[in-house]
């Protein structure tokens, strides 16, 4: 019954971010919604509701630090490829996650790998995520800041 309940969310979500009622999309959506909920197997456990304040506001916090992050990055890879002479140093560094959680650890992956100029290329099995990078200067520096801040805003939000 919960993962009835899960798909019928996930079909109503997608109908409402495509904004198309006919009964193919309908279908669509349902097998979407479906293999959705059979993969990820979302387990029902107790809302803790006094959490709810601060896990939306760590959401927020993280959307506007991603957001932020994205445009940032990308001006400095459209500065990076647009200069005459581009003095790139490539390189790949390890990031540990230190994310309790796996889904934590595969949205900090997804977050990196959102920025301009960043890949997570592989990651181990300790969850160290091994990211290429446009421009490796103190890349160790602010990477473990940054991984430590969506580490800690992942935490609240999901805890």
Not at 40 to 65: C, D, M
């Amino acid at each position: 019954m919960h993962y009835l309940a899960v798909t019928l969310l996930l079909v109503f979500v997608y109908v409402e971010l495509s904004f198309n009622f006919e009964f193919s999309n309908l279908v669509v959506g349902l097998l979407i919604a479906g293999a959705i909920t059979f993969l990820v197997r979302p387990r029902r456990g107790p809302i803790e509701w006094g959490h709810l304040p601060s896990s939306l506001w760590a959401l927020v916090k993280y959307l506007a630090i991603l957001s932020y992050d994205l445009i940032k990055s990308g001006v400095l890879v459209a500065r990076l490829v647009l200069t005459p002479k581009m003095r790139l140093r490539q390189g790949i560094v390890a990031i540990p996650a230190k994310c309790d959680s796996e889904l934590g650890t595969a949205l900090s992956a997804h977050a990196i790998t959102l920025t301009p100029g960043e890949l997570v290329v592989e990651m181990d099995d300790e969850g160290v995520m091994y990211t290429h990078c446009l421009d490796v200067t103190d890349a160790d520096k602010h990477m473990a800041k940054a991984q430590k801040m969506r580490k800690d805003l992942l935490e609240k939000i999901f805890r």
